[in-house]
């Protein structure tokens, strides 16, 4: 009886001990995520800002230090949420462009779990994400190299991607009669920010 009740503390003890390490972080409500479109044109650079990115993961659970996994992480960004902060007659462009009467959302789905190998003292980790990007209602498959950074309590995510527009079926915008010209390679940028649960 008493090597039993030993035995099962004992269990109990290493059970504790193995997830005390799994914590919980939540979306920063302080810093809220965060996704640009970068170009450029025959006239200048531009940058469109989404204002409205969501159906993202509130809640992540990973023991960072040892290493962990995330899985189906997916977000979605309003189309006609791009803003230029140029004149409004941009923005419709970028918004007809996208096909956002047809094609509201910009779309991303994680296919496959990411493992996160463990955390370097200076607090940085690197991980490769494996999705599914849909632009414009057109879908593709892409590889994504995110820098990940734990300080004190807040978790970071932060990465970017060189697109094309052609591959997405989308005719770059022009203005002046055909003057201006958008050129087709884009980058699109995120940060998503978390913080420990206490």
């Known amino acids: 009886m008493i090597r039993h009740a030993i035995l099962f503390s004992a269990l109990l003890c290493a ?3 193995m997830t005390a390490q799994i914590q919980s972080y939540s979306l920063s409500a302080d810093k809220p995520p965060q996704v640009e479109v970068k170009g450029s044109s025959t006239l200048h650079s531009w940058i469109a ?3 409205d990115i969501h159906d993202l993961p509130t809640n992540l659970q990973l023991d960072i230090e040892k290493g962990g996994r995330i899985g189906e992480f997916s977000f979605h960004v309003s189309t006609n949420s791009l803003k230029s902060g140029r004149s409004n007659t941009m923005d419709n462009k970028i918004y007809k ?3 956002s009467s047809e094609h509201p959302n910009i779309l991303f789905k994680q296919t496959e779990d990411v493992i996160v190998k463990g955390i370097e003292e200076t607090g940085s980790f690197i991980i490769d994400v ?3 990007l849909e632009i414009a209602g057109q879908s593709n498959p892409i ?3 995110v820098e990940g950074r734990l300080e004190e309590d807040i978790l970071t995510f932060k990465g970017s991607k060189s697109l094309k527009m ?7 915008p022009t203005a002046m009669f055909g003057q ?3 050129d087709d390679d884009i980058e699109v940028t995120f940060v998503f920010t978390y913080q420990l649960d206490k």
Do not use: M, N, R, Y
């Not at 052609?166 to 770059?172: A, E, L, M, N, R």
């Open 15 to 17: 059970t504790t001990f």
């Open 97 to 99: 462009a996208l096909k």
């Open 49 to 51: 800002k989404a204002e």
């Open 143 to 145: 590889s994504v190299h």
């Open 180 to 182: 201006i010209v958008t």
């Open 166 to 172: 052609s591959d997405f079926g989308i005719t770059p």
């Open 130 to 132: 494996l999705g599914v």
